[in-house]
């Protein structure tokens, strides 16, 4: 099958042919229709993650069509369309027992431990568990959002962050998951400020919903987001994964408010020290959150059938797969456009 490879860490992937996935008992073949291009792919390429080995090829949110299934999977058979968290859970140990899906210890990732979706076909494991059908009023490029960052946003605004109507709620960092976090919060009722550094990527969180923008090249980021939330954020959801928003987080709480690290710490920012002595003056609660459980999808669907959530927004253009190569490259620099690139098969 065709496939985005890369066979060093950090050199220019190709597309090639590469042999089929294994398809085992629990799992099932997805022929892939649209993938996102995230800013996870870009860390497996540079050897940010230790389970990625080579040669592979990246890619964890996509929609596509069950095309096999292996002998153990009950609830499909082939012709649905589908999604799955970049998790796949094993949905047996006390962890998934416990409905933690997300943050199972014997989970695999496509794009990451296994090959990935920028593929025509991608192996979702243990299907029973993880595949989630995708309702025909989703198109494809909406869709493969639904599988990382969308998700993964609506769980950390929502069960994780529990924003709540009136609150104020700080984005820092908008790419895709900031862009869904501005666009979960805006939806409970939130006050939302929306940080990054992009001029595009302000206008579109505006346009999102959020009522106040703060351009971070700017300088007194804190000053400003205080002016903004009356003193301090309820709630703060890091969206980028730098050890120094991670800190200014922090900073931009009120008594009692919530941190939500969403961004993964990758490198020389993976250990930040941060100042646990606010944190316990001032009873503030910091929280991980990591992607989200299919089990926890059809209430995030039913909102976004309902018209209540857009997830449609945030789209900012597609590639097909030949150019998936150089849209992964173009993560080294900075955002030129706002919105996340979707490669559609
Ligand atoms: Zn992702
Ligand atoms: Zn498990």
Known sequence: MRAVVFDVFGQAPHVGEVDEPPCPP????VAVRATGVCRSD????HGHDDTVSLPHVPGHEFVGSVVAVGADVRGWSGGERVTAPFVNACGTCSTCRDGRHSICPHQTQPGFDRLGSFAERVVVHHADVNLVAVPDGV???TAAGLGCRFATAYRAVGARGRAAAGEHVVVLGCGGVGLAAVVVAVARGAQVVAVDVSAAALDLARTLGASVTVDASGGDVVERVRAATDGGAHLVVEALGRASLLRQGITLLRPGGRHV??????GDDATPAVDVGRV?????ELLGSHGMSAHEYPAMLAEIAAGTLDAS???GRTVGLDDAPAALAAMDGPATGAGTTVVVL
Do not use: R
């Open 26 to 29: 629990h799992a099932a073949v």
């Open 42 to 45: 870009w860390h497996a390429w």
């Open 139 to 141: 198109d494809d490029a």
């Open 313 to 315: 927004s945030l789209v």
């Open 280 to 284: 316990v003056a001032l009873e503030l």
């Open 261 to 266: 690290q969403v961004g993964l710490l990758a």
